[in-house]
């Protein structure tokens, strides 16, 4: 059965940083690409971030580039997000999102639970 | 960015109903579409990729159609798990992967 369990979310003031990891189990890890997709509360889905099988291909939103890195460790089953400069435009639930491919083609065929951030002084 | 248009925003309908969401992109995106459900609290659930290809699991009385720019998603007779909001959400032309604005599925 495909997991994913999302951890790092907490409330950090406007400017700050965070690290949500994601943990994977269930599937060979190392053989897909993964995605962020956050949720503003109330509001729908927005794509963030993706990373190739290998980490060697990245993706941003225009709405993070620069200020947001994905990355992941094949050895842990782990995917990252690190987050900089962090706006309170940013706060959302967090997903982490199997891609169905090992690149950056195809769609999110599995879904973590999420991880909340919100960014408030 | 390829813009995801999904109509109504919101419905209310009855169990047993037949229930027709629309999803329409700016440009074409042939059938790289995906559909999904997410219930209050919960993650988004994939429901069918490729436009009409039902993922593993899907109750049969959940369809997808179109190709293109316009596609639907269909429940045939609408269920009390089937209350949710249903997004669509195109993987053809990349960065970024774009989400409709989400449908609400109300009880009637």
């Known amino acids: 059965e495909v997991q994913l369990v999302e951890s790092g979310g907490v409330v950090v003031q406007p400017g700050g940083s965070l690290r949500l990891s994601c943990a994977a189990s269930?599937?060979?890890?190392?053989?897909?690409?993964m995605h962020w997709v956050r949720q503003a509360p109330g509001k729908g889905l927005e794509w963030v971030s993706l990373?190739?099988?290998?980490?060697?291909?990245?993706y941003y939103a225009d709405s993070v580039k620069g200020r947001f890195t994905i990355s992941r460790d094949n050895s842990k089953n782990s995917l990252y997000l690190q987050m900089n400069s962090l706006r309170a435009e940013d706060t959302a639930l967090y997903y982490c999102?199997?891609?169905?491919?090992?690149?950056?083609?195809?769609?999110?065929?599995?879904w973590g639970q999420g991880t909340l951030v919100t960014v408030s002084s | 960015a390829i813009r995801m248009t999904q109509s109504p925003s919101s419905l209310s309908a009855s169990t047993g109903d037949r229930v027709t969401i629309t999803c329409r992109a700016s440009?074409?995106?042939?059938?790289?579409l995906a559909w999904y459900q997410q219930k209050p609290g919960k993650a988004p659930k994939l429901l069918i990729y490729?436009?009409?290809t039902l993922q593993s699991g899907v109750p049969s009385r959940f369809s997808g159609s179109g190709s293109g720019t316009d596609f639907t998603l269909t429940i045939s007779c609408l269920q009390s798990e089937d209350f949710a909001t249903y997004y669509c959400?195109?993987?053809?032309?990349?960065?970024?992967?774009?989400f409709g604005q989400g449908t609400k599925v109300e009880i009637k």
């Open positions: 999102a199997k891609a169905n491919y090992y690149d950056s083609s195809g769609y999110m065929d599995y």
């Open positions: 269930g599937f060979t890890f190392d053989d897909y690409a």
């Open positions: 990373i190739s099988w290998d980490g060697g291909s990245t």
């Open positions: 440009q074409g995106i042939s059938s790289y």
């Open positions: 490729a436009a009409s």
């Open positions: 959400q195109q993987y053809y032309s990349y960065p970024p992967w774009t």
